[in-house]
């Protein structure tokens, strides 16, 4: 069974340009989160994405958007980074049946520093 | 709106004693609650959850955890820490009304002493 793996594991960008960042879902599973982790805090929620629509958004700006495609992998933009966009960014997926009461399965995520 | 409170930053403890990691919640409806555990430069790894039934919930790795309504809480335990349980330990919250958002506190980090 391959578990959640995001790519790239780090990058560096600077103020004001763009970052995508890729997530594979463990197999059998539909649903995709991510979440962004700022250092020394809690994960906070992105979006969630099923069936390749966004079904649920935190309280992030209209320039992170995300994809989901048919083999349920998905993708996170950035746009316009900021200094404070700098965290890492957590990928989970879980089968749409467990979204609300199962576990999500974390990739080991992707650290972006905005310089 | 839910949220989740991690009241120590720390928690120091000697190998072979019992491990508390307190956590807080607040939920408009029935709480879905979770525990996870972060070690360095990795992701987040699940332990156990609480959605219904038996207070008492059996985890990963000799982690168990208590759910009590009326105290609104849902602490992580561990009768005896090894030092190896030594991380990052996150708590997070889902309202059973309020979609698919997961709600983490800040991390509270374990460190358990040989």
């Known amino acids: 069974e391959t578990g959640v793996t995001q790519s790239p594991t780090h990058l560096i960008k600077t103020r004001g340009q763009q970052v995508t960042l890729r997530c594979s879902s463990q197999?059998?599973?539909?649903?995709v989160s991510w979440y962004q982790q700022a250092l020394g805090q809690g994960p906070q929620f992105i979006f969630q994405?099923?069936?390749?629509?966004?079904?649920g958004r935190g309280n992030f700006p209209p320039r992170f958007s995300g994809l989901q495609f048919p083999n349920y992998s998905s993708e996170l933009n950035v746009n316009a980074l900021e200094l404070d966009d700098s965290a890492l960014y957590l990928c989970?997926?879980?089968?749409?049946?467990?979204?609300?009461?199962?576990?999500?399965?974390f990739g080991e995520g992707s650290r972006l520093t905005v310089l | 709106a839910q949220s989740v409170a991690q009241p120590e930053d720390q928690v120091n403890v000697a190998e072979g004693n019992p491990l508390t990691v307190k956590c807080t919640y607040s939920?408009?409806?029935?709480?879905?609650l979770f525990w996870y555990v972060q070690y360095p430069n990795r992701g987040l790894q699940f332990l156990l959850k609480?959605?219904?039934?038996?207070?008492l919930v059996k985890g990963s790795y000799g982690f168990e955890a208590e759910f009590n309504k009326s105290q609104t809480s849902f602490h992580l335990k561990k009768p005896s820490a090894l030092v190896s349980d030594s991380a990052l330990y996150f708590c997070?919250?889902?309202?059973?009304?309020?979609?698919?958002?997961?709600?983490f506190g800040g991390g509270t980090r374990v460190l358990v002493k040989p």
């Open positions: 609480y959605i219904t039934g038996d207070n």
């Open positions: 197999s059998g599973h539909n649903t």
């Open positions: 994405y099923y069936r390749e629509e966004e079904n």
């Open positions: 997070a919250v889902r309202d059973a009304a309020a979609g698919n958002k997961l709600t």
């Open positions: 989970a997926s879980s089968p749409i049946q467990g979204a609300r009461t199962g576990e999500l399965f």
């Open positions: 939920v408009s409806g029935n709480p879905y």
